[in-house]
């Protein structure tokens, strides 16, 4: 007892310490003063273009800007599915740039993928561009040494840290657990938008983060996941989004934060960066390679660039986490909801966590009450598959209200999924020479978390997804997608859950063309097949049973019963597959249980317990 007393007062203590210990206005000079006099002025080009490469993808997007008017604006739009052309295109972009590069993420690391891209971020800077890199604190860098060799890099380079934890980079174990004590909201609202934009001509955005997991670059588990590319207006859209969190007030430049500042100020003999280390190299070497191609980039890229009219990128306001319960900082959010309450005929929703925000659940609810109930497919991750384990349980918990009260057609996504890419993971480990590239063998076919504060946090080696009975790479679903009707798309952070809602300010791009709706719509539906997704459909069960467990999952707490109203179905051999509503479906797939693949372990335990006891931290998971 006298032991967990001295606990919580050390905890307390460091509470009061660390809310009150902002950088003072006399060590922030000190320290700009050091950054001045130790930067590296390494500029590397004379020519008024900072020695850009030439690029097809800068050059569509000028040709659509200059074909722009006020009421007929032109736009390029290039879905980005396969995770090799999607690290391929920022590379050559990044190498395109003449003026300057934005940068916002939830997530940076500093394995190859990381190291890659910020590698690319400096030599820009070293050749002319202005580069600016605004990253959320959570999981990003962490590193005091690395941002104090980053703060002298060169003048053209700065970044910024969103919403830091005590005034510091690096996020202690003791500052995690005050942090949740003594301030939790503010700890808990993140900035989730992605989005890299070259020259306010050309942006890309979508689920992705700079993490190897996210291109198909980790050899046990990697993430299914989607960008878009945009080059036109929009791009003017994203800039002043980019602006508007740049100057934040939780935007904090790297002199600002305590760790960082103490290591600029007391380190005499600072070591310059070193050049980065890769795992992988020759893999680093080809997606380079690729970037500077413009064979490949054209057959790649542009070959599936459509070149449409209308497109919208909606970023949620920075005051969304200071605010928000006031609808103008909800701009994206507010407008997603819109788009899908207007469906008529079909809705396709692919999200990886399946836990509806009180708003979505009351439009699909009046969209399944019409007298034309349009179709609701949803993709998302099962237990195998995801490593958000307690987000999963509250989605497993309300499934026969997906199914009754919303009309879900749900599509689990498979851990091993035998699609096309399994085939993209392959050809990336080949370290050979030879080896074919993702994108030129399998162009759009794939099949590549963070997750709040009590889910992924950025990091391979913690919050590990439950282990499996069978081996092998896993794959878990990351990518945020909508389509409705056939006629518009939306591709974007948001996981259409509470959080997204209400705590992580969020952004995206909606597309209207039916073209471009209709190849992210086979995209999603290529993720629902036989092969890479179990479908959840009502359990034969006796009206006994039925009838306990809808009385336990109306329980908030003690909602115990084991054999729920909906399992996993899997398609037998030699049948066609077919959807739940089907006559002939219970006798075309088998039951394989309500977690499928997974092993008995402490997180198939936890994720029961969440079940039955968790469902009152819905909105913040």
Not at 115 to 142: H, M, P
Not at 189 to 200: A, C, E, F, P, S
């Amino acid at each position: 007892m006298r032991q967990r007393w001295i606990a919580v007062s050390t905890l307390l203590v460091a509470i009061l310490i660390l809310s009150g210990c902002s950088v003072s206005p006399s060590r922030v000079r000190r320290a700009d003063a050091v950054v001045a006099a130790g930067m590296q002025h390494q500029g590397s080009c004379e020519r008024e273009d900072h020695c850009a490469i030439a690029s097809p993808l800068i050059n569509a997007a000028q040709q659509a800007m200059a074909d722009s008017t006020t009421d007929q604006p032109v736009h390029v739009v290039t879905l980005l599915n396969d995770s090799e052309a999607a690290m391929v295109a920022r590379l050559n972009l990044i190498r395109a740039a003449q003026h300057s590069i934005d940068v916002q993420t939830y997530i940076w690391d500093q394995d190859d993928a990381g190291q890659l891209v910020l590698n690319e971020l400096i030599k820009a800077a070293r050749r002319g561009v202005k580069v600016r890199i605004l990253a959320d604190q959570l999981f990003s860098f962490g590193d005091p040494v690395l941002l104090d060799r980053l703060a002298m890099v060169d003048p053209n380079l700065e970044i910024r840290l969103y919403n830091p934890t005590f005034h510091e980079a690096r996020t202690s174990v003791m500052d995690f657990s005050a942090s949740i004590v003594c301030c939790f909201m503010t700890f808990n609202q993140r900035m989730h938008n992605k989005l890299l934009l070259v020259d306010h001509l050309v942006g890309i955005t979508g689920g992705r983060n700079y993490q190897d997991r996210y291109f198909d670059w980790d050899n046990d588990f990697d993430y299914v996941d989607r960008d878009v590319m945009v080059g036109g207006p929009a791009a003017l859209k994203m800039a002043a989004s980019f602006e508007m969190f740049w100057h934040h007030k939780r935007s904090t430049p790297l002199t600002h934060l305590r760790d960082v500042n103490r290591q600029l100020l007391h380190d005499d003999h600072p070591t310059p960066l070193p050049e980065p280390r890769y795992a992988h190299p020759l893999r680093v070497q080809r997606v380079l390679e690729e970037a500077l191609d413009d064979d490949w980039i054209n057959d790649v890229l542009v070959s599936d660039t459509l070149r449409t009219g209308r497109v919208d990128f909606y970023s949620d306001l920075p005051a969304k986490t200071d605010q928000p319960d006031k609808r103008s900082t909800r701009e994206f959010t507010a407008h997603l909801m819109r788009m899908v309450g207007a469906a008529q005929h079909e809705v396709v929703l692919q999200t990886p966590y399946l836990v509806m925000s009180d708003r979505a659940k009351a439009i699909f609810e009046r969209l399944h009450q019409s007298a034309s109930p349009p179709r609701i497919v949803v993709s998302t991750n099962s237990l195998a598959s995801t490593d958000a384990f307690a987000v999963y349980a509250l989605s497993y918990k309300h499934r026969r209200r997906y199914l009754e009260d919303y009309g879900f057609e749900i599509y689990e996504m498979k851990p091993h999924a035998m699609g096309p890419a399994q085939d993209n993971a392959d050809a990336a480990d080949d370290e050979s020479p030879s080896a074919p590239t993702t994108g030129t063998s399998a162009k759009h076919q794939r099949v590549g978390t963070e997750r709040g504060l009590l889910g992924s946090h950025g990091s391979a080696r913690r919050n590990r997804p439950a282990p499996l009975t069978t081996s092998g790479r896993r794959f878990a679903l990351h990518a945020k997608s909508i389509v409705v009707d056939d006629d518009f798309a939306m591709v974007g952070s948001h996981n259409f859950d509470p959080r997204s809602d209400h705590y992580n300010t969020e952004a995206g791009v909606i597309v209207y063309d039916p073209r471009f709706a209709t190849a992210l719509r086979d995209s999603i539906l290529r993720d629902t097949q036989p092969e890479n997704a179990w479908v959840i459909a009502p359990r034969q069960q006796s009206s006994l049973s039925t009838a306990i467990g809808d009385v336990s999952a109306s329980l908030p707490v003690f909602d115990l019963w084991p054999y729920r109203y909906a399992t996993s179905y899997d398609l037998k051999a030699g049948c066609t597959p077919m959807r739940p509503s089907d006559p002939g479906f219970f006798s075309c797939y088998t039951p394989v249980g309500d977690f499928p693949d997974v092993d008995v372990s402490p997180k198939l335990i936890y994720t029961r317990l969440i079940t039955a006891f968790g469902s009152g931290a819905q909105g913040v998971l």
